[in-house]
């Protein structure tokens, strides 16, 4: 089974902060999905990455992935509460539109105000 | 936009009940999923369907079977509830069109089940 070691499992933080969301695998993916789930919903697509190296912002969210397409990073800067949510990031294996997906354990995020 | 509708926010039955988990798409999306998650374990497939009638095992399939007779609804039954199923149960679909980066999961809201 492929894993896709997620870290930190949790994180509390002051409003202003910064912090960085790793995602790790030994495998290559195709590309790399970074969800957001808050409390009593589903997770919601934040962003794709797809080429090595490529970084994609959104807003204060700078996601990462890295060059061997195996690893990928979200970094929030200045957190708001409004960032407070279950990150979780997934790896797409095969590249045709019936791709799978694995997932990684996911980064509670709490931002205190 | 996308939505994805589960019958139930919140289940509670009796072990060795049989229960029926709805969801229903509404945007003609080929592919449906049932996914269960559990703090500390992100999501885990259960079972999956890429069209109508037909469905294939996730990674946990066992005490589970899957129904797809319609496009738009896939059900998840489970055929005998135990305990250690108790978890929060998890929809999504998507469109298979062009490469993985233009087709991500689409979830719905999730319904979470305490077998007692």
């Known amino acids: 089974t492929q894993l896709l070691e997620q870290s930190p499992q949790f994180l509390s933080i002051q409003e202003g902060e910064n912090l960085t969301v790793y995602c790790n695998s030994s495998?290559?993916?195709?590309?790399l999905q970074w969800y957001r789930q808050e409390p009593g919903e589903g997770p919601v697509l934040l962003v794709t990455?797809?080429?090595g190296g490529e970084v994609k912002k959104l807003k204060r969210l700078t996601f990462q992935f890295g060059d061997a397409r195996k690893d990928s990073s979200l970094h929030i800067t200045a957190a708001q509460p409004g960032d407070t949510g279950l990150y979780l990031c997934?790896?797409?294996?095969?590249?045709?539109?019936?791709?799978?997906?694995?997932w990684g354990a996911g980064t509670k995020l709490i931002i205190k105000p | 936009d996308v939505k994805v509708t589960q019958s139930s926010r919140y289940l509670v039955k009796r072990t060795g009940e049989k229960v029926f988990l709805e969801c229903v798409q509404d945007?003609?999306?080929?592919?449906m999923f049932w996914y269960r998650q559990d703090p500390g374990l992100g999501l885990r497939l259960i079972y999956f369907?890429?069209?109508?009638?037909?469905?294939e095992k996730g990674d946990i399939p066992e005490g589970y079977s899957v129904s797809r007779e319609k496009k738009e609804r896939f059900s998840l039954i489970l055929e005998s509830a135990s305990t250690n199923q108790t978890s929060m149960y998890l929809c999504?679909?998507?469109?298979?069109?062009?490469?993985?980066?233009?087709?991500?999961?689409?979830f719905g809201n999730g319904t979470r089940l305490t077998v007692t």
């Open positions: 495998s290559v993916f195709s590309s």
């Open positions: 945007m003609d999306h080929e592919n």
């Open positions: 369907s890429y069209d109508v009638k037909m469905k």
């Open positions: 999504a679909s998507r469109n298979p069109v062009g490469a993985p980066y233009n087709s991500p999961l689409h």
């Open positions: 997934a790896g797409a294996r095969g590249v045709d539109s019936n791709y799978q997906l694995i």
């Open positions: 990455v797809v080429t």
